[in-house]
């Protein structure tokens, strides 16, 4: 510990103590500063550790408890009840004998106390001690500011690596059909082909337009997701809204759905649409998982402490590896030839902001089930109810 660090504000009103104390702690290294009065002492606290000014603001009082003006406690007391000055440490000096007195000092905050007449090493001893645990609080204080600064910039580079992902990732989604309706219009423009053939290329560039479309359509989606007013909704009722909505797909893809949907489930405060965004997004993506067809199961639940709606989706298809699991989540990341790899981003976008979360077991191979659980009473109900 460097002891020029510290300034020490001396607070007696006679003057040979004062400078006796002075000289044993300047001595030592500390910087000292004298007042002869409590209205003194807590103007020059003010003055000094309020002010940004070149000058040590002082970390420590040796308050003398007999002042000819407001008494040490008072002073004490005012110290450790201005905001700007409780951090200041303060040792009382009495002359009284009865520890009552003594430790009132304690009582109103500060931080040690000594009595009159003191040996020279006792005063250096305790001013040792409380600088010390000062200088810990300090570094504590600088350790924590650091800390947060680190964390603040590690937040900030992963944020600008994510944009940057995404961004690259943008950039290549769209080159792909664009670069596939630039040959298409190519080859009808500069190659005299029969009439089916140009056909045939100006509909494979509508289908790459279209999928141009949906790629733009869902970015706007997962950037700024469909308004909708909160309501009180069934989940089981969206669930057979969903399943109708998907019966053409379910039945082409050979899908056999098993419902098993509790009854007495609580209404939940959702954005309808939002939901069967969700579950639609799900409930083919199981489709497209099962190339030969297969059984889907949907379970909708509730948890024991009744606090979360669950539903799940559990089919028979080709699985996820952890490494799939670990990407499925991220924008763009399909394995499909035709997918935009949106629909579980902006669903799970949609889930976490009704308060609630997607999670997925799976097993390579064995079939997976997405689970989504939603908060019979969300968190935010008192935000507007717009999502
Ligand atoms: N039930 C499932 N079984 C196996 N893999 C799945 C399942 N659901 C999703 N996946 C994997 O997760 C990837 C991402 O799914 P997501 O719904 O985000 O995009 P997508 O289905 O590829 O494209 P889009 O939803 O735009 O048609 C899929 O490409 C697929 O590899
Ligand atoms: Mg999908």
Redesign the pocket.
Known sequence: MMEEDFHILIVDDEQETAEYMSTLLEIRGYTTSWAYSGQEALEMLTAINQQEDDQHPIDLVILDVRLPDLDGYEVCRRIKSDETLRHVSVIMVTALHSTGDKTRGLDLGADDYITKPFQPEELLARVRAVLRIRQMEREARQRAIELERSQAQLIQVEKLAAMGRLAASIAHELNNPLQAIQNCLHLVLRRSLPEDKKRQYLEMAQEEVERLI?IVQ?MLEFYRPSKGQRASVQVNTIVENVLALAAKQLQHGHVTVHQRLRPDLPALQAVSDQLKQVFL??V???V??MPEGGDLYIVTDLTPDGRWVTISFT?T????SPE?QAN?FEPF????S????????VSYGIIERHGGNIEVQ?KLGQG?R?IVKLPVHPPDQSRPASL
């Open positions: 949906g869902g997004n799900i083919i993506n199981a497209e998982a089919d298809g080709v699985g996820l799939e499925i990341y399909t394995t499909k035709k997918g935009t790899g949106l629909g579980l981003s799976s997976s997405f």
